[in-house]
Nanobody
Framework: QVQLVESGGGSVQAGGSLRLSCVVTGHTYSPSCMGWFRQAPGKEREGVARIFSGDNTWHADSVKGRFTISKDNAKNTLYLQMNSLKPEDTAMYYC??????????????????????WGQGTQVTVSS
């Protein structure tokens, strides 16, 4: 049974940094396609960043230059380094994964938010 467990959320002041982690268990190999999403109260879920294989990445314009997605295949762990945090980054952050698929499948899966596996979420709160 594949499970994703996020950690690293918390409360910080604007301008601060956090690093989110997402550990994948129940599968020997690192998933080919993984992503980070966030949802603030009263807002729709938003795709923040995705990574295909080890180095094909994409970041939303709202976080580009501040957030960085990365993956350690040996540890089967996904990361989201968040710098220069803003109050508008406040949300519940979720990681998601699909085990197999092409790069185009990954793009579509992320765009539609139709990953097969999701974590339980970790809260990030940024105060001004």
């Amino acid at each position: 049974q594949v499970q994703l467990v996020e950690s690293g959320g918390g409360s910080v002041q604007a301008g601060g940094s956090l690093r989110l982690s997402c550990v994948v268990t129940g599968h020997t190999y690192s998933p080919s396609c993984m992503g980070w999403f966030r949802q603030a109260p009263g807002k729709e879920r938003e795709g923040v960043a995705r990574i295909f294989s080890g180095d094909n990445t994409w970041h939303a314009d709202s976080v580009k230059g501040r957030f960085t997605i990365s993956k350690d295949n040996a540890k089967n762990t996904l990361y989201l380094q968040m710098n220069s945090l803003k109050p508008e980054d406040t949300a519940m952050y979720y990681c998601a994964a699909d085990l197999w698929g092409s790069v185009n499948y990954c793009y579509q899966t992320f765009a539609r938010g139709t990953f097969n596996f999701w974590g339980q979420g970790t809260q990030v709160t940024v105060s001004s």
